[in-house]
């Protein structure tokens, strides 16, 4: 895992948040929010605040290791962050399948995270 995990996460964030080959305003707000929220040296905030520039490709790194839990609690926010803009591009239904393959979660939990944050199908 990188030295700071919370900077591999907002990457992946980033990912979806570019799957659908734009950032929208919402997006760019509600990643400039966590980013700024963020308990992270100034170099790590300047890393990830660049992941805004453009598309950052998907790379799940070493989330899989991390408890259920957390690989829960980053798919669901994926999931929310995918809708931001209220709306759900098929490239970001394609970025959310990559990353529960890449967090190891099955497709239940998955769809389950999902159904509760009112996902489209």
């Given amino acids: 895992m ?16 570019w799957a659908d080959g734009r950032l929208a305003v919402q997006e760019a707000q509600a990643m400039r929010k966590l980013i700024g929220m963020a308990d992270m040296p100034d170099a790590d905030r300047d890393a990830a605040l660049s992941y805004l520039d453009g598309p950052v490709p998907f790379d ?12 829960e ?5 994926a999931v ?3 809708m931001v803009d209220r ?13 529960r393959d890449g967090l190891a979660l099955d497709v239940e939990t ?10 489209p199908s």
């Fill in 87 to 99: 709306e759900f591009a098929p490239d970001e239904r394609t970025f959310l399948d990559r990353l």
């Fill in 60 to 71: 799940a790194g070493s989330l899989a290791t991390l408890d259920r839990s957390a690989r």
């Fill in 80 to 82: 929310r962050l995918a």
């Fill in 2 to 17: 990188a030295d700071n995990p919370f900077l591999e996460v907002i990457r992946v964030w980033a990912g979806l948040a």
């Fill in 110 to 119: 998955a769809a389950s995270i999902e159904a509760a944050e009112r996902l």
């Fill in 73 to 77: 609690g980053i798919y669901r926010a």
